[in-house]
């Protein structure tokens, strides 16, 4: 299954072929048979007994790495060693940018108030990223869809171009506010794909979509580090949500060092000062009508 | 306690000599000098350039191996080989064990209710690690206050069966529901820790703890993953909290396995039915007061 | 301003005349002028002193019922009578409705793991209302771009109708996986909006839309409550993506209903066992090619 | 019920008489018997019928506002007027203050990362409501422990005052970052709460503990909004747990109000720049050592 799947680089996850239809919850409602409500494929747990997509888990314990038994999780196979290095390679890309980042400061902010458990601060860091935000779903999701029109590169870089520009006047894994020469993830993460035949498809057409984009501002318009790694993790035949997912969790120890920091040497309650920007452009001071005031009382 | 680790055995984590003393923001209001207010040891970016812990980006993506790189977020140092080994050990560990997981569900209720972004789902699932489910936060704690007794491991165990039992009717680290016998991951784990010079005095007072439970219980009550891990996590110096962050992320691409699985192969929005066992267990129907009926409507 | 607004119903919020342009972090790294990035128009908080919109807490606090304030607090201006009954109305028709809910499931698994705090099991809760779910963010976002085609009623709802059964083969807002034949809390929502005048263009419109289905399914798909709620708030002239957080907030106290049940009566360290349908439908059980076994370990 | 609860102050929540004993899921596994696992008391639903304890949810909807709803909900009877009037004057004392608030933050962080939907934004906010940060769950915990010790309200203070400087070097419910001198909302609060006969044994605790506090620091330190908010709900009988949540909840149409300004008006991708504090204070610059280089890439 590996083998075939490594044949077919667009194929998204690997259990296409045999995928049950999606069920609405009614049709359970209505049949009344729940007998297959709850099915995973992931993992089978009895009392003393775990396998893992079939393997045993002491197996995969003593002989994966923690990023091969990560991929083994999300795709149901073991990766060859390409993969599993272009993996690893993904999972580490992102590391941390100080206080670049809108998931670090969610996430400070939330220790601040709760310093208890780290879980509710990694939970609003990883929250913080959404299509704004560094998150390679949309960047895969652009690539995949434009790889299916059949075009040559160039020709699906103008069309992918001129559609983004329409939507949004910007296209997803290009340009980063502090980073305007380059990205230098988003640098050396494709120079090291390359070296390990990981930019494939997907890579190139995101290459092509940046000359594109240049060519029509007249100017470069980087890649960052999502598009990046949108390339890479569709090139290695994850789907757009699990690429979204895996480049949440790529912040997720950095996020651990930010709360764990706040948490020992942060400042608890943080808000933000006058001193810090806070700036009121509401309603000047009024009073509430009398007649509200003579209303009887809640 | 953990001697070996490194020069200063007692240390959690690696800046307590310098580390300031925590401040509250009312000091702050009070001075009107923000100027140290975001501080931050963990990287630093400019337009081009990261430093992670002082080194250049591109050299840890091109060098470091993801678990190591998690490392060096975390600890603020490189690991040495050792270290490296049973960090990848403790991050690979958890994996997935179907639906025996509460995190595992909320994440799929979530998942099944917003199945646009992986994000929510992920972020609904960490939530489920507290200090019931299987957090190695509190038996880290347990552990390392327990070393700090400077008694024998067999006393330290006796004085901290007795305190626990006491507070809670449980130790922590010790027995499943599922796995009576033995826990595939927590043994699995520990043998190749030991193997690894990786069990030393956290994950052996842990062995004095389970065994003084089960004379105290006249049966075996086997550590389980969070008891092994927190165990090997306080033996390579972590401190409670970040432990507790890294066992909750240690589940997070198995909760993305799941997520992934329930958007393509799930049931949207999800229900317990009466036929899975939702009960009703409260009054019987009844009609408002007939005043209540009378007054206004609100 | 609030007598001018309530003249023009379809007005989303009530700043749009003096909303400046949105601006990205690029234009504020660039011009390093950051004196208006924190700014708000909600409240402005001194020593001593809160004004919320322009008026001292201490009035709003006396003289506003709580679904006033949060009128207030969401548009900028007070409610009229009329509003503030309406929008009173919407807040409190959700209410729980045992476990056929995600949200309620999605908490209740996440308390069973984290009971110290409410907090955690709110937000996974929360988290649980998306697009599948029964926000009405997506029936609002349709009613709202339906009025604006400006056709008739009946017109528009033949337009949206074919848009949706293309896109989704279902309609926001219409259907219930269990109460097929009338969803008690829509048809009373509905009912005392149309008494309060608070029925307006786009409830009238989802009326159209509900009779458009049913013509061309030929079957009733009554009116759910996100349809309705989505209607009366879009009459109420919030925007959808205020409109999806009230729903979310709706819930609200039930799901912290829920959360207090399950920790003080529930089951610590919930899962899904087979009894209740768990079921595994992956891979046989296999064991690692020997090849991996010889690799030195990880 | 209310009546004779409000006999008792102690009383928290309703069911304490009938409520089982809470069991562990290894009982389940043990037992086979699953049929009671997913019990609630809160509402029971089928096709068309909803009841919301015991009561039908047509007339609740016509006839509850949505505080009385509330409440019905959290504790399983109707309000009476006292305590209708002063869980409304609860829910709605919070409000918001400008970016005074770790929440608010932390929810606009998310906001301008994930603006598709208000709900990631919402969560994000709430998780930070925790031990630090003005929950009132700490302040009614200390309350209601130490109205058990049956002393003098004097005596109760010394002792909770001794506890809690000990333990933390501040008491709960007790002093503010910026409102140094009075905390409007709190003062507010209290007042009201007296004038409808809502501040009782918890309330006039509070009073006798900020006293103590006072004497023994000789200077005020003015009650917080958590603390009087605490004590108010303490005073109705609800527990910390379920006072948390209130807590919590009472700033949710703040959040969504913020949240709202940051994607109609705010800055996408929010992150925090030198010229607003950030400050690395970390390792100098420094390269891999060689040998790691040398290593065979991972």
Redesign the interface.
Known sequence: MPSSKSANPNSR?N?EMT??P?????Q??AS?D?????????????????????????????????????FL??R?E?PDEREA?LF??A???G?????????A??AR??A?????????????G????????G?P?ESAAMLIEAEGWGLTHAAAAVRAVDAWLDRRRAVPGL???????????A???RR?AMECDGWRQHGELLDAIEIELARRKERDIPMNLAGALGALLADLGF?P??I???G??SY???L??????E???????????E???????????????EE??R?P??
């Open positions: 996850g259990d995928t049950p999606r069920r609405h919850v009614g359970y409602v009344g729940w007998s297959d409500y709850w099915t995973t494929r992931i993992s089978r747990a009895e009392s003393g007994k775990i396998r893992v997509r079939g393997y045993p888990i002491e197996e995969l314990i003593e002989h994966l790495s923690y990023s091969e038994s990560a999780l999300l149901g073991l290095r690893d390679l999972l580490r890309s590391m941390d940018q100080q206080f670049i980042s809108s998931a400061c969610a902010y939330t601040s108030a709760f310093p208890d458990s780290p879980v509710p601060a990694l939970a609003s990883l929250l913080a990223s959404g299509s704004v935000t998150s779903q340009g980063h506010p502090m980073h305007k020469q380059v990205e230098p993830r640098v050396t993460l090291i789907d949500l699990v979204g997912g895996i949440a969790l997720s120890m950095a651990l060092a930010h709360i764990s920091e948490v020992r040497e942060g400042v608890p309650l943080r808000i933000i000062p001193a810090l920007g806070a700036h009121y452009a509401g309603p000047d001071d009024r009073a509430l009508p509200r005031k209303r009382r809640p």
